[in-house]
């Protein structure tokens, strides 16, 4: 088994697993959430209602994120052994995903205290809200760093095929449009806006993509006879 095969299955594995459950933490979420209007006494009576569903939902995005990160080391890997020795995409890439999943993880924390403390002050409830909101909204900026850097590095590199590249630098620049909601405030390019929508669609439709894209990669085993 070469090295390329060792590296580009498990990117591709781990990759379609954060892909599948980033999915269903979407699908899980109740309807009708409270956005960046809502009140605090609003906001409670939503995570009440559906509490359960609310911390099953961020449990699986949780795992989802940490498949993700597994699946960025072994990505930095094979960016790495495709790299000259000054490389540096490869260690900007691990940089990247490690400061969006410390703040990504963050806000899942945050959120996820509101709905264990469903009862909580209506106050308290809103600024967890908004902080984990805020948080995920933050993690854009560290996200599109990363794959807009990894698109550097397939159209460089040739790590990956090039047409990854192309469907990863419009995700990245989603992603990187997404912080700049907190300034608006409300509506639809606010945290809690209909714009995190397209955020949170194209992300694991660019994680399928470098997947598919690694398992093509991979050299097909030499036939015998």
């Not at 990247?96 to 469903?118: D, E, H, K």
């Not at 984990?132 to 040739?158: D, E, K, Q, Y």
Request: charged letters at 10%; a positive charge.
């Amino acid at each position: 088994m070469t090295g390329r095969r060792k590296l580009g299955q498990p990117v591709a594995v781990f990759g379609g697993l954060a892909a599948v459950l980033f999915v269903v933490a979407f699908a899980l979420t109740p309807t009708h959430a409270p956005n960046s209007g809502s009140t605090g006494a609003l906001i409670a009576h939503y995570a009440t209602a559906n509490r359960g569903q609310l911390l099953t939902g961020l449990l699986v995005l949780a795992l989802s994120l940490a498949l993700t990160t597994v699946f960025a080391a072994c990505l930095y890997r094979m960016i790495r052994r495709a790299e000259s020795e000054d490389g540096w995409l490869a260690v900007a890439s691990l940089a990247s995903i490690l400061a969006g999943a410390g703040m990504f993880g963050g806000g899942i924390a945050l959120l996820m205290t509101a709905a264990f403390r469903p009862t909580a002050d209506p106050a308290v409830l809103r600024a967890l809200w908004d902080a984990g909101w805020i948080a995920f909204n933050s993690s854009g900026f560290a996200f599109g760093a990363w794959i807009a850097i990894v698109a550097a590095a397939a159209l460089s590199t040739r790590v990956l095929p090039a047409w990854t590249a192309w469907i990863g630098i419009p995700v990245a620049l989603i992603n990187l449009i997404g912080p700049l909601a907190v300034k608006m405030g409300t509506g639809a390019f606010s945290p809690e806006g209909s714009f995190a929508l397209v955020v949170g669609v194209t992300f694991p439709v660019w994680l399928i993509a470098i997947s598919l894209g690694a398992w093509r990669s991979v050299p097909a085993p030499a036939t015998t006879g």
